[in-house]
């Protein structure tokens, strides 16, 4: 079982991780430390207790609520940390539940390496949730810990496949969340021809968490959430960018 990747939770019956009713699998492990992440103890397997399951295994957990994703055109979602870390063990899995006729998505950083579409594992998932954070090259690297040029490269290679493909957005207030990031997002969504998104609200509890995992609380993260009128003004802001006809 080691060699299998570490699963640190298991959630059924959720109803935000893609359409219909879906299982929501978290992988450990991500190679990227955004300051503002939810979930730091999922980095390493280190920082906390997995279960390991075969491809077999974790496809005959997942097709316990095979007659609710067929009732509501649901699925199951790989989440994490970052899920494209395994792409082979990934592949066996998606293989397993295409042949059960289940809808694939995965939540992503976009951090990820070259072997899933030499594997073909991209054109297994039926859905991307693809998280697009900072444009500027340095602001990137500041606020995530690594460069964004493959995160990038890999979005535009998704792109060919536009429905399969949504943008989530964090709304980080003062980092993500200002006009120019914005601006330089949507320009790129539009760009590529993409139109499915949805921007995430900001929840300071990270703060908390980065203080119990014993990290040093990064100062440039706000302890308030965004105003009611502060991420309503946001959300229009980039729906209209996203409505306005290029020049
Ligand atoms: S990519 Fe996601 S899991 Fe990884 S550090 Fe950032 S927020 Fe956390």
């Known amino acids: 079982m080691g060699n299998f990747p570490g699963i640190f ?3 059924r019956g959720s109803f935000v991780d893609g359409p219909g009713i879906r299982t929501v699998i978290f992988f450990s492990g991500c190679k990227m430390r955004c300051i503002w992440c939810q979930n730091p103890e999922a980095w390493s397997e280190d920082l906390m207790a ?3 399951f075969s491809p077999k295994e974790l496809v005959e957990t997942i097709c316990r609520d ?3 994703f067929n009732s509501s055109g649901g699925g199951v979602t790989f989440s994490g940390g970052e899920p494209l870390l395994h792409p082979q063990y990934l ?8 042949a059960r006729n289940i809808h694939c998505a995965v939540e992503t950083s976009g951090c990820f390496d070259e072997e899933v579409f030499s594997l073909g594992l991209d054109q297994l998932i039926d859905l991307f949730l693809y998280d697009l954070k900072v444009l500027d090259p340095s602001a990137h690297l500041k606020y995530t810990g690594i460069p964004n040029d493959c995160i990038l490269n890999n979005f535009r290679k998704l792109a060919i496949r536009k ?3 949504k943008v989530t957005i964090p709304l980080i207030p003062g980092l993500t969340a200002t006009e120019e990031n914005l601006c330089a997002i949507a320009a790129l969504l539009k760009t590529n021809g993409i139109t499915e998104y949805e921007l995430m609200t900001y929840n300071p509890s990270c703060i908390d968490k980065r203080l119990k995992a014993g990290l ?3 100062p440039l993260l706000r302890s308030q959430p965004l105003s009611i009128n502060e991420e309503m003004t946001f959300r229009i802001f980039f729906d209209e960018l996203m409505k306005r006809p290029d020049k």
């Open 9 to 11: 939770d298991l959630c």
């Open 50 to 52: 997995v279960v390991r």
């Open 66 to 68: 095979q007659i609710f």
């Open 91 to 98: 592949r066996e899995v998606c293989l397993l539940l295409k």
């Open 163 to 165: 429905n399969a493909l």
């Open 216 to 218: 040093v609380n990064e």
